[in-house]
């Protein structure tokens, strides 16, 4: 039986990868705030080493599989909590885990970004330097000074940033015989983009926000595409980012990719 770890395993996509690894016979270890097998807060550096050393305990130092669901909307304050959580929160975790997938069973894992990550490049991401460095005291000074427009900067430069965390590890990843890929889903009916409807400062964005496909996802939809990219039917999808957008970066930018 694979044994997976999902982050954000409480909620949303979170949950509904749970689900769908639980029917396809895994075992799931969640980690969440709450109601997951492991509590852990992975907005402070004690939180995510913390849960690193449970997960590794609990694994006996051998995983298949690990998904990073947890994160933040930009509606969420302080805006370097979003940062903490989406960028610093995976990042840590995939690192901190990679010995245990070396040791797994045809091991993988995907990462949950956003199709946000497409709406900066990297060479214009005003948190790229400060999050390379891993200076978390540097980006939050970043967002001070970004005023009124820091929650979404957060948010973009936090799944623009995790994008490329993904692509830098391809290398090193696929030589530990571990494979690595991101999900960027467009807007999903979750909690996280409920919260988002009801702040007055981006539920009207979002309101407006229309995919080709002309509906919001359901998490299961991103669950489905979570799961293929684990399992042996991906064994050659490495390092990629695979949008599950209903077709809104091909609207947005045809001519890039
Ligand atoms: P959600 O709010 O339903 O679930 C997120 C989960 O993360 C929750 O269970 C929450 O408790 C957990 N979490 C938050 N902060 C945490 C912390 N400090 N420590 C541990 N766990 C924490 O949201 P969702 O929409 O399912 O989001 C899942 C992922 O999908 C996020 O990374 C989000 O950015 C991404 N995403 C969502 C959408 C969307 O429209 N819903 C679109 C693109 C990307």
């Not at 705030?33 to 997951?36: E, T």
């Given at each position: 039986m694979p044994l997976t770890v999902i982050t954000g395993?409480?909620?949303g996509i979170g949950a509904a990868t749970r689900l769908a690894l639980h029917a396809a016979g895994h075992a799931v270890i969640g980690v969440d705030?709450?109601?997951?097998e492991v509590s852990a807060d992975l907005s402070t550096a004690q939180g995510r080493a913390a849960a690193a050393d449970a997960l590794l305990t609990r694994c006996g130092g051998r995983l298949d599989h690990l998904v990073l669901c947890a994160g933040l909307g930009p509606?969420?304050?302080?805006a370097s909590r979003v940062l903490a959580v989406n960028y610093f929160g995976a990042v840590q975790l995939l690192d901190a885990l990679l010995p245990a997938l070396r040791g797994g069973n045809q091991p993988s894992a995907v990462v949950v970004s956003s199709?946000?990550?497409?709406?900066?490049?990297w060479d214009r991401n005003p948190l790229a330097t400060v999050l390379d460095a891993g200076d978390e005291a540097a980006a939050q000074a970043v967002l001070q000074a970004a005023g009124e427009r820091a929650g979404q900067l957060a948010y973009a430069a936090s799944k623009n940033a995790l994008t490329v965390a993904v692509r830098r590890r391809a290398a090193a990843w696929g030589a530990a015989g571990v494979r690595l890929n991101s999900v960027a889903p467009g807007a999903v009916e979750t909690p996280l983009l409920q919260a988002g409807l009801a702040d007055p400062r981006y539920g009207p964005a979002i309101e407006s926000f229309k995919a080709p496909i002309p509906r919001r996802a359901r998490s299961a939809e991103i669950a489905a595409v979570i799961a293929f990219l684990l399992g042996?039917?991906?064994?050659?999808?490495?390092g990629a980012q695979l949008l599950v957008d209903g077709g809104v970066d091909a609207a947005a930018r045809p001519t890039r990719f």
């Open positions: 395993a409480a909620s705030l709450r109601d997951a509606h969420v304050e302080p199709v946000a990550s497409t709406q900066l490049d042996p039917q991906a064994s050659y999808v490495h």
